[in-house]
């Protein structure tokens, strides 16, 4: 199955589950907000709770994801103020250099393979100087019940009626991620570990 239409299947089983536990943006994304102008894409949006900080912010915001689910949350929180587009994150339907800025928070990480190749869209989009903010879930973490390299896993959504949802993750380690940022052509301005993720913050030349 393909990592868009497993996302689609197992965000939607969650998302309203989902959207009860990710009320606030995360200080990391909305510090980066804080520091951008134009308008932002969020990548792989989830329930908006980002775009709700970039629109609260002033921003123009368009919103991405795979989940229809979601993608209604997101268009409910943020009043319809935004665009909301249904894609995977491997192929963006966008034209070169339509974004002034990007964040791209808990997502890549979802993706099974191509992870270079859903960068090197996500730099295609930004404008030439346009600045990207990218976290995964930090393989570095001793939560993780992992045996030597193994960073590929399944980590399981427990829903209130007893059901359980798997989510598959790429645990990234924090130069990994920088590597691969680096690999998509974009340039790394930035790299840190915060509350169990890591960030890039990155620049289209
Ligand atoms: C953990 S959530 C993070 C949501 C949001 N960025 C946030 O920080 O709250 C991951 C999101 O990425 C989306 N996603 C995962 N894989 C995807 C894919 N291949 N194509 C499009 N969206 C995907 C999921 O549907 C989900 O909404």
Redesign the pocket.
């Known amino acids: 199955m393909k990592?868009?239409e497993r996302?689609?299947k197992t965000?939607d089983k969650i998302a309203q589950h989902f959207d009860k536990t990710?009320n606030r943006p995360?200080d990391e994304v909305v510090e980066f907000l804080k520091e951008i102008e134009g308008r932002v894409i969020?990548l792989?949006?989830?329930?908006g709770?980002?775009s709700l900080a970039a629109k609260n912010l002033g921003l123009d915001f368009v919103c991405?994801?795979?989940?229809i689910k979601?993608l209604k949350i997101a268009r409910k929180k943020t009043e319809n103020e935004g665009i909301y587009v249904r894609?995977?994150?491997?192929k963006l339907p966008f034209k070169d250099d339509s974004f002034d800025n990007s964040i791209y928070?808990?997502?890549v990480h979802?993706?099974s393979n191509n992870r270079v190749k859903s960068l090197e869209e996500s730099k295609r989009i930004l404008k030439s100087g346009g600045k990207i903010l990218i976290s995964s879930w930090a393989r570095e973490q001793d939560r993780w019940d992992l045996e030597g390299n193994e960073s590929d896993i399944n980590v399981p959504w427990n829903k209130p009626d007893g059901t359980v949802v798997d989510r598959y993750y790429h645990l990234y380690r924090l130069d990994e991620l920088a590597n691969d940022v680096e690999k998509s052509g974009l340039k790394v301005l930035r790299k840190f570990r915060s509350k169990g993720n890591n960030y890039v913050i990155a620049q289209k030349n």
């Open positions: 990592d868009a996302a689609s965000f990710r995360w969020d792989g949006c989830g329930n709770r980002h991405l994801d795979a989940s979601l894609s995977g994150l491997k928070i808990a997502a979802h993706l």
